[in-house]
């Protein structure tokens, strides 16, 4: 493997990881910090029939995880496009 191309691994594992970093924070925001954090505030809106924080708990963080999947998938197909590492 030669410099350069050892230089744009490097750089496409950067930015793997600060993608990966990135999502977790957003989730872990939104698992904990809307039920923790907010969860006072939240219980006193009603969401279908529920308060809100007892929705972000159950639904809210699993529909956000799955929304993280979807655009990391996403956002990896284009990454391993620019750096030519695509299957």
Not at 48 to 59: D, E, M, R, S, Y
Not at 63 to 76: P, Q
């Given at each position: 493997?030669?410099?350069?191309?050892?230089?744009?691994?490097?750089?496409?594992w950067?930015?793997?990881?600060a993608?990966?970093?990135?999502?977790?924070?957003?989730?872990?925001?939104?698992?904990?910090?809307?039920?923790?954090?907010?969860?006072d505030?939240l219980?006193?809106?009603?969401?279908?029939?529920?308060?809100?924080?007892?929705?972000?708990?159950?639904?809210g963080?699993i529909?956000?995880?799955?929304?993280?999947?979807?655009?990391?998938?996403?956002?990896?197909g284009?990454?391993?496009?620019?750096?030519?590492?695509?299957?």
């Open positions: 493997m030669n410099k350069e191309n050892d230089k744009s691994m490097q750089e496409y950067k930015r793997n990881v993608l990966i970093r990135n999502l977790l924070i957003i989730w872990a925001a939104v698992s904990y910090g809307a039920v923790i954090l907010l969860g505030v219980s006193k809106i009603s969401f279908f029939g529920v308060n809100l924080a007892f929705w972000f708990a159950h639904q963080s529909l956000t995880f799955v929304a993280i999947v979807a655009f990391y998938a996403w956002r990896m284009k990454l391993d496009k620019e750096f030519d590492v695509e299957e």
